[in-house]
């Protein structure tokens, strides 16, 4: 009951910004001079041990590991009583690692937080403890290393970026669920963080991008619902938006001089296509040139793009973004599929889309020197597939 009316009086004062906060006074001291420091004085009464935490999982590949073959998965709601097809079968998978890129639950599903005054992020929590619970994901941690990033609806809010006041407490949950808040990442704002494997002329790097701590508000569509302008349109050139903050933007550009032969950048929302009108960094067209310019100029070679967020997984190449060819697999979702098939088609796409619940494998053949990406069906059977050579990505 304390608890509820600290959240209550803290979000009061969030949202109203009062001049006069006589009884925060009294609750806090010294007394908070702004929303989110009396938000983030509640924040620190709440304990660990009422944060939920992932089981245990698999450790990370040696930094020395060879890595041949990487699954990935986004879209997972936990509330679906019957096990996910997709995890069960990326369990028995031999792979070397497991990015789960985000909705890894959907913990807004009664609301956004900051509508219903959820300071607490009740169901956030709830929804976190309740993946924790399923023998599937169990099953996945247990026999995979992972990975994560995060999207929208587990940190807390449907697309919403730097807008959303209870963000660090999302971000605190995340990190604790995921066994991240003793690691580099738990010591910066921000889910973002790296790891490479292998030696020299086998190294591999993933870049966990975080594309909604710093994120700025989306242009709203003119004619919602329009194929292409479904929910947003791109912001005009030289609007100041942002995507990933000065400080990631930052650290970006360091983690792509550091020594690599493949980098797998990692964003929740898709990077390539530009023809829909749903998230993506086609919306903030600015900062989408940005990534590319500031790939073209660390000369960092050997980039591929990975997604998800769509409910359709959907394989692309540009070959004019970057100085060599621009490819990008979209893998989603594990257990939320709205549709049996997509009849979307972007200038960039290779084939069809696919729709059904799915997961994505990247196959590195460090022989051959090509990489495979491949979407593959709930039972693990590839559905769609792309290869691309080295060479194609300013190696060799």
Known sequence: MRRTLFSFVAVLFLVSCVSQPVVLTKLFKPKPETPQQALAYYYDTIPDADLPVAPPGAALPSEEAILTSILIGSCLDEERAEPAETLMRIAETPADLFLMIGDNVYGDKDGPAYINNDADL????????????????????????????????????????????????????????????????????????????????????????????????????????????????????????DMLGAVQWTWLENQLQQPADLRLIVSSIQVLPTSHGWEAWATLPDERSR?????????????????????????????????????????????????????????????????????????????????????????????????VRFSELGLD
Do not use: C
């Open 122 to 241: 009740t169901e956030l929590r709830a929804s976190f403890a309740e993946l924790a619970e399923r023998p599937d994901f169990l099953a996945v941690r247990q026999s995979k290393p992972m990975m994560v990033a995060w999207d929208d609806h587990d940190s807390g809010a449907n697309d919403m970026g730097i807008g959303f006041a209870f963000r660090g407490f999302a971000e605190r949950i995340h990190e604790r669920f995921w066994g991240l808040e003793s690691e580099d990442v738990g010591h910066w704002a921000g889910t973002y963080y790296a790891r490479r494997f292998g030696p020299e002329g086998k190294r591999v790097q993933i870049i966990m991008l975080d594309t909604r701590s710093f994120r700025s508000d989306l242009t709203p569509t003119e004619t919602w619902g329009a194929p292409g302008q479904e929910r947003y349109q791109p912001a005009v050139a030289g609007s100041m938006q």
């Open 291 to 387: 990534l590319f310019d500031l790939i073209n100029r660390t000369g960092a070679a050997g980039v591929v793009f990975i997604s998800g967020d769509r409910h359709s997984a959907f394989l692309y190449e540009n070959s004019t973004v970057l100085s060599y060819k621009a490819a990008e697999l979209t893998t989603s979702s594990l257990n939320l599929s709205f549709s049996k098939e997509t009849f979307e088609m972007d200038q960039h796409q290779v084939g069809a889309g696919f729709s059904p619940e799915n997961f994505g494998a990247v196959q590195i053949d460090w022989d051959a020197r090509t990489l495979d990406f491949e979407i593959r069906d709930a039972r693990g059977e590839t559905v769609r597939a792309h290869k």
